[in-house]
């Protein structure tokens, strides 16, 4: 297969497993109704328990988190390996199996984010985001994670956590990575996809930002 096309492949399936709502599919199972017209209309984990109910909102976490696992797995072991050994050599280097993780996870979440299925009306990302992390380094996803949580049982404000999240993650990349023994080159190249991936979570929960500012950011345990 011709690198450039097995390159395509994995950027497309990314991005239609990405454009997989579960948000919006389970809120039409549980309660015959698109979620992104209930609550805050975001179809994501937070408007569905609110909306819908603790069991759906559950189950899209789990569908959500699975295809942000399953977009980079596909691209490290069965695409982004043909990408790699048939690419020229002045372009090998910067489509190995390990930027075909954050490749495809990018892809995956922007499928989430502006799905090709519904309308490019999508989620924030989060639970997609937290997969593609851990695919990219458990480590750096657990200090996320870790972050994340605590800054919810603070505060009960799943936003809160989801913006300093992906801000951390950047930060947390920058630190594990700095004296690892990768290259230059590597390590801008990584530094460079997780400012991208961090930008596009926060940049979705804009208004989330604005509601926060205005101390009208409401606790998960409120309803609508």
């Not at 950027?11 to 805050?40: H, P, Q, T, W």
């Not at 759906?56 to 043909?82: Q, S």
Request: hydrophobic share 50%; proline share 3%.
């Amino acid at each position: 297969m011709n690198w450039l096309l097995a390159l395509f492949l994995s950027i497309i399936i990314s991005y239609l497993l990405g454009s997989i709502n579960f948000a919006v599919i389970v809120s039409k199972i549980f309660a015959r109704e698109d979620v992104r017209k209930m609550g805050s209309g975001n179809a994501g984990m937070t408007n569905v328990i609110r909306s819908v109910g603790l069991l759906p909102g559950i189950i899209t976490f789990v569908g959500d988190f699975l295809k942000g696992f399953a977009a980079p797995i596909i691209g490290k072991y069965l695409l982004f390996p043909i990408v790699f050994e048939n690419a020229p050599d002045f372009i090998a280097p910067y489509v190995s199996t390990t930027y075909g993780i954050y490749i495809c996870g990018f892809f995956c979440i922007i499928g989430h984010a502006y799905p090709v299925f519904f309308g490019f009306r999508g989620g924030k990302g989060v639970s997609t985001s937290i997969a593609v992390l851990y695919c990219i380094n458990w480590v750096v996803a657990t200090c996320v994670f870790v972050t994340f949580l605590i800054i919810f049982l603070i505060t009960k404000i799943i936003s809160i956590g989801s913006i300093v999240g992906a801000f951390e993650f950047t930060v947390f990349n920058l630190l594990i990575n700095m004296n690892s023994d990768i290259s230059t080159s590597e390590f801008i190249y990584i530094i460079v996809l997780s400012a991208v991936l961090s930008t596009v979570v926060i940049l979705k929960h804009k208004q989330n930002i604005i509601r926060l500012h205005n101390g009208e950011e409401k606790q998960l345990s409120s309803r609508k």
